[in-house]
């Protein structure tokens, strides 16, 4: 099976890395590509921001039209993934909406950790999701997005300590961290709370997004 995972981005320095990630989550038979959006785009763009929309959706269809069985956006605000369904046949899949239903299936109650500090961004995902009654809270990342790029020791202290508060503080049974980049650390952080008595899952976006994709294929399933 062929899948291909389109960055939110222009930048070409992204591409060998997010290769990297992906291929190492996929089974040894999958078949990954990485796509980035036109240079038209502004390298300091935001997934987030509307006229992104229509670069994603193009990248969406390029892919089913190049032959792809599946589409994964890489952001877990899932930006273009709805739109992206009604012009494909192929399953566009969301890692934040892959994770989140994960979360929800292992523990009662989860949270997120989220390194930007406009929260209410990924507040409105989980209520469109309708997660919000499983929902124990919404932690921002102190390291920040930044952090996460440049500072693998600061992110992880920061995702120690976010982790740990929200399950102490807030009572969550399932940990989300809400950056597909932060992929690496996701098995160090659930190995470190559980050496700290707290034995809860930690859900990597991209790799729930990924096994979707590939369950999905196997199922000859699609939306």
Do not use: W
Request: proline content about 7%; overall charge negative.
């Amino acid at each position: 099976m062929k899948i291909n995972i389109i960055l939110p981005t222009s930048n070409p320095g992204m591409l060998s890395q997010r290769e990297v990630v992906y291929s190492g989550l996929a089974r040894s038979e999958t078949k990954v590509s990485i796509s980035i959006l036109d240079e038209r785009v502004p390298l300091e763009a935001d997934p987030s921001d509307s006229f992104i929309l229509p670069e994603i959706l193009e990248k969406i269809v390029e892919s089913e039209n190049n032959g792809m069985d599946a589409v994964i956006v890489d952001c877990m605000e899932d930006p273009g993934v709805e739109e992206g369904r009604r012009l494909v046949k192929i399953p566009v899949i969301g890692p934040g909406n892959a994770a989140m239903n994960m979360a929800v299936i292992l523990g009662h109650r989860f949270s997120i950790l989220y390194p930007m500090e406009q929260l209410v961004f990924i507040d409105q995902l989980v209520l469109k999701y309708q997660l919000s009654s499983m929902l124990a809270s919404i932690k921002y990342l102190p390291c920040g997005l930044e952090g996460i790029m440049t500072d693998t020791k600061a992110s992880m202290e920061s995702l120690q300590q976010t982790a740990i508060e929200a399950i102490v503080e807030d009572g969550a049974a399932a940990i989300v961290p809400v950056c597909t980049l932060t992929s690496p650390l996701i098995q160090p952080l659930q190995k470190f709370l559980h050496e700290k008595g707290h034995p809860v899952p930690v859900i990597d976006g991209a790799a729930a997004a990924v096994k979707l994709a590939e369950n999905l294929l196997d199922m000859d399933l699609t939306h």
